[in-house]
């Protein structure tokens, strides 16, 4: 068994325990209530799902289990080549509620080199697949087709003990998680490199092993590449990839098919598709101002003929949260570092410091901060990599680590299927008037 697991196996029968004992003595107590309003609004801010692997507080920001992003960054291993913690150590956080040492993040970077052989039959189904088809569902197609590679599917069918779930789980978790970056880069270069596809490097961790094959050897790239698979990991339970890799996997489906769904859930526009949606507009506000950048005068002119003209500007504001996304930040740091100068960037910064304001002055913004999704693009723009229709194949890569971690725990702690109940506005209207 190896070192992550054998921790795994060790710390779940305590969190069964403290579980059992919460639902014994609290059992019913309310979290919270749901109004009519939050029942036709996305069953917005109702507390009413546990997820263990990382809590987003609406001020505060996002948090794994209990360390913000810049505690993160300075707890995490970093590989030694540079100051960005690898994700391998977010994962095995999130896993298990500890700080990794340099050791076991070492093991866990090997333990994947060992899982990540990829089938055959993978690429030759991408093979099949329209060229022009778009990057996301190129993903999840690929995915999808992984799964014959299931052991809790087979497990499950020679009939395994239902404490053996989360077993298995994990032993799909660590191949999918292993086998992502190669579908990830073979997806790339067969979009956009005409198929010239460049073979794993088995000295490079995950993230800059993802580098390799796309096609980016700089230091720096791969620097990008570990902060990148780092903070857009997770988000805690409530979001459309999280919540639908759950509510899959409440069914018993393996992680493949799990996070297949969860990855088309992220493929739409309003979730982690955002991140393309906004380069392209910041591309094309770009090019309405005449100049890469503009004075300030002539940016907050073009902010506000964009708002007047009935449309937003994507990348600010955010369900939850209510300040600016401390993964934002982690990004805009990364590039006043190494790329200070350049033009893209510096539109964005511009942006982001005139946008709030104006947002709050035409006073139809509740939170008016900007998101993880205002910043990813121009960093990538820089290195060369372009092609945004892409970017949320990246957000796929790194989200993995996040929901499957919980898809383990879900399957420890013997999570039922997933069952709310619903009503009908009939309902409601009878509702209303017996109130």
Not at 30 to 46: H, K, M, P, S, W
Not at 69 to 96: A, N, S, V, Y
Not at 123 to 128: I, N, R, V, Y
Not at 227 to 250: K, P, Q
Request: include cysteine.
């Amino acid at each position: 068994m190896s070192t992550l697991k054998a921790k795994l196996a060790n710390a779940i029968p305590k969190m069964q325990d403290e579980i059992k004992q919460i639902r014994a003595e609290h059992g019913e107590k309310i979290l919270g209530t749901c109004t009519i309003d939050q029942a036709y609004g996305g069953i917005r801010d109702v507390s009413c799902m546990v997820t263990e692997t990382s809590l987003l507080d609406k001020f505060e920001g996002i948090r794994f289990r209990g360390l913000s992003i810049p505690e993160c960054q300075q707890q995490l291993p970093h590989h030694p080549e540079g100051e960005e913690p690898q994700p391998e150590g977010i994962f095995w956080l999130m896993l298990t509620g500890e700080v990794p040492t340099r050791e076991e993040v070492d093991g866990l970077t090997q333990e994947w080199r060992e899982r990540s052989t990829v089938p055959a039959h993978v690429f030759k189904t991408l093979d099949a697949l329209p060229v022009d088809a778009h990057p996301m569902m190129q993903f999840s197609t690929a995915i999808l087709a992984l799964q014959t590679e299931s052991k809790f599917a087979a497990k499950y069918r020679e009939g395994m003990p239902k404490k053996e779930y989360w077993s298995w789980a994990f032993e799909d978790t660590m191949d999918l998680i292993a086998r992502l970056p190669q579908v990830a880069a073979y997806i790339y270069r067969r979009t956009y490199k005409n198929g010239e596809h460049i073979a794993p490097d088995p000295t490079q961790d995950w993230s800059g092993n993802l580098a390799h094959m796309l096609g980016y050897d700089s230091r720096e790239f791969r620097e990008l590449m570990r902060l990148y698979l780092t903070i857009h990991c997770d988000h805690e339970g409530g979001n459309v990839s999280a919540h639908t890799t759950h509510l899959v996997g409440s069914a018993l489906s393996d992680p493949y098919l799990s996070l297949s769904a969860g990855m088309n859930g992220l493929a739409g526009p309003l979730h982690g598709l955002a991140n393309q949606e906004v380069l392209r507009w910041v591309f094309e506000f770009r090019e309405k101002l005449g100049v890469d950048v503009p004075s300030k005068e002539q940016l907050e002119a073009a902010l506000w003929d964009t708002l007047n003209g009935g449309q937003v500007i994507p990348g600010y504001g955010h369900a939850v949260l209510r300040k600016t996304d401390p993964r934002y930040m982690a990004q805009r740091e990364f590039a006043q570092k190494h790329l200070p100068e350049d033009p893209l960037f510096k539109l964005v910064g511009m942006i982001f410091e005139s946008a709030p304001d104006i947002l709050l002055k035409h006073g139809k913004a509740k939170n008016p901060w900007p998101n993880v999704d205002a910043h990813s693009g121009c960093l990538l723009v820089h290195y060369g990599m372009d092609e945004y229709d892409y970017y949320t194949v990246l957000f796929g890569v790194s989200r993995a680590l996040g929901v499957l971690a919980s898809l383990i725990w879900d399957r420890a702690l013997g999570l039922p299927i997933e069952r709310p109940k619903t009503v009908t506005t009939e309902w409601i209207k009878e509702f209303v008037k017996q109130a």
